[in-house]
Structures are given as structure tokens and as C-alpha cells.
């Protein structure tokens, strides 16, 4: 989603913008991994809470496919092509990010494999390197996405319109998988 979105900023308001966007979502992961680092352990050893954070996914993931089937139906023909820097796309960055739910559970599940055998105390320390990895991992993506949309500039519309039937789809799937889960638990 995030990939997507950096992507779309670029061809629609500039390479700058989506930049700005890309360091925004950065910063929201370095924050994302840091909690998921501390609460690994807890979620884990409660049930309770895993199932509750299941169906917030849920209800996430149905609203984000609304979200993005109506963006789809919109027309594009009137895109910004506006090469102003701004606040906008830093806050649309973060915001974006905030409402990507994948990055907690998967940092959990990363830093609980890593720390399998119980030898990470998980000190300040420890918890801002791996969150920064990840938060410079993820610019860098976001990066890669940023340059290789630019070379595809000409297609903005059909890029824009399928991307968003994409995210659709996506989120439909990860609705279907989640609720799985929900009734099938993994143990």
C-alpha cells in the first residue's frame, strides 16, 4: 500500500513529493517496529490480545477495500502535476503508513524468530538499531518504487486506475486470510 502510494505521489504531483512521502512513511515504521519489538513477547503469550488485533485487521482491511474500489471507479483526468515540496505529502506519508498494519505483525514475528533461543534482552539499544534497519530498508524501497514508476510517467491514468483496483483486491484477500485465521487459529 505505502510502495503504491509513493508511487502514484510521484507520477501525480513529482518525484520531490513522493520523496517526501517515502521519508514520512519511513519514520512511521521506525515507530511501528519499535512497538512491535516490545510487545512481541506479550502478544505471544496472549491469546486474547492476538485475537483482538485479528479483527481490528479485519475491519481494516474491509474499510481500505472500500476505500480503494472507490478510488478506482474515480476518473483521472485532471491529475496534479504540481512540483511544490510540502508538509502535505509528509503528512500523507505517515498517515498512509500508520494505516498499513502489516509492519507490526511482521516485525513481531521477526523479532521473536530472532530471539527464539532467548538470548536478546531487547535494551534501548537493540530496539533502535532494528527499527532504524527497518526504517532505512523501507526508504530504500520506497525509493526504488519512486524511480522505476517515474519511467512509466505516460501511462498515469491506467497506472493509477489498476493500482488502486490492485490495492482493492488486495485488501479483499488479506480480509479473507484474516478471518481465517480467526476461525482456523494457527497453533
Known amino acids: 500500500?505505502?510502495?503504491?502510494?509513493?508511487?502514484?505521489?510521484?507520477?501525480?504531483?513529482?518525484?520531490?513529493?513522493?520523496?517526501?512521502?517515502?521519508?514520512?512513511s519511513a519514520i512511521i515504521v521506525f515507530v511501528q517496529a519499535s512497538i512491535a519489538i516490545m510487545l512481541s513477547k506479550y502478544i505471544f503469550d496472549h491469546p486474547y490480545v492476538n485475537k483482538i488485533?485479528?479483527?481490528t485487521g479485519v475491519v481494516i482491511f474491509g474499510i481500505l477495500a472500500i476505500y480503494f474500489f472507490i478510488k478506482a471507479k474515480k476518473k483521472y483526468t485532471d491529475l496534479e502535476n504540481s512540483t511544490e515540496k510540502g508538509l502535505k505529502s509528509f503528512l500523507k506519508g505517515m498517515m498512509v503508513s500508520a494505516l498499513n498494519v502489516f509492519p507490526i505483525p511482521f516485525f513481531v514475528a521477526v523479532s521473536t524468530a530472532m530471539n527464539a533461543k532467548g538470548r536478546y534482552e531487547y535494551d534501548l539499544n537493540e530496539v533502535v538499531i532494528f527499527a532504524s534497519g527497518a526504517m532505512l530498508g523501507s526508504f530504500c524501497v520506497y525509493y526504488l518504487y519512486a524511480i522505476c514508476f517515474l519511467k512509466i510517467e505516460k501511462h498515469t491514468d491506467s497506472v493509477t486506475k489498476y493500482s488502486n483496483y490492485f490495492m482493492a483486491f488486495l485488501m479483499v484477500a488479506l480480509l479473507i486470510i484474516t478471518l481465517f485465521r480467526i476461525y482456523y487459529p494457527w497453533q
Open 1 to 24: 500500500m505505502v510502495n503504491l502510494s509513493v508511487a502514484k505521489t510521484c507520477l501525480e504531483k513529482g518525484k520531490s513529493n513522493g520523496l517526501i512521502l517515502a521519508v514520512g
Open 53 to 55: 488485533l485479528l479483527r
